[in-house]
């Protein structure tokens, strides 16, 4: 491979954009000892291309949870982006490298913010089970083409 065609995927920086975490009931009131709470757990990619940036995209992991027993015990919402840039690749392979490889390249940061956040509001720590994100983009490649016919 000449240094002219040469494959990129390099993260420039990553952070949390956006975090919130609410509390409605203290566990105290809510969880007896002997019952696990219901924890839904939403997870959505977005990716944006930089403005006057070649090969630079914005990849956002956004992850929802809710958890709740009788009642909410508590709402998380978490945007955790990276800014990547994909460069030297065919341009069919830029969308599963943006979709695949650059969310499984944040997951076990916002991961652990989410452990720490639930631990620090006062839950033991939740700790999500690994994502595969080839078969969520295979998904939603699915999901379109269905949508499309």
């Known amino acids: 491979m000449t240094e002219e065609n040469k494959q990129t995927l390099g993260i420039i920086a990553q952070y949390i954009k956006d ?3 609410e509390s409605p009931n203290a566990i105290s009131q809510t969880a007896p000892a002997d019952k696990q709470p219901q924890i839904d757990v939403q997870l959505k990619i977005d990716v944006k291309e930089k403005e006057k940036e070649k090969d630079s995209y914005y990849v956002a992991l956004i992850i929802e949870i809710n958890a ?5 015990l508590f709402i998380l919402e978490l945007n ?5 840039v994909v460069s030297g690749f065919a341009k069919e392979m830029v969308e599963p490298i943006l979709y695949v490889e650059c969310p499984r390249l944040l997951f076990p940061f916002a991961r652990s913010i989410i452990a720490n956040i639930v631990s620090e509001g006062g839950f033991p720590p939740l700790y999500l089970a690994p994502v595969n994100f080839a078969d969520l ?3 939603q490649q699915e999901s379109k083409k269905q949508t499309l016919q």
Do not use: H, N
């Open 19 to 21: 975090l919130s975490f």
């Open 68 to 72: 709740k027993m009788d009642k909410p």
């Open 137 to 139: 983009y295979q998904q």
């Open 80 to 84: 955790y982006t990276g800014e990547f």
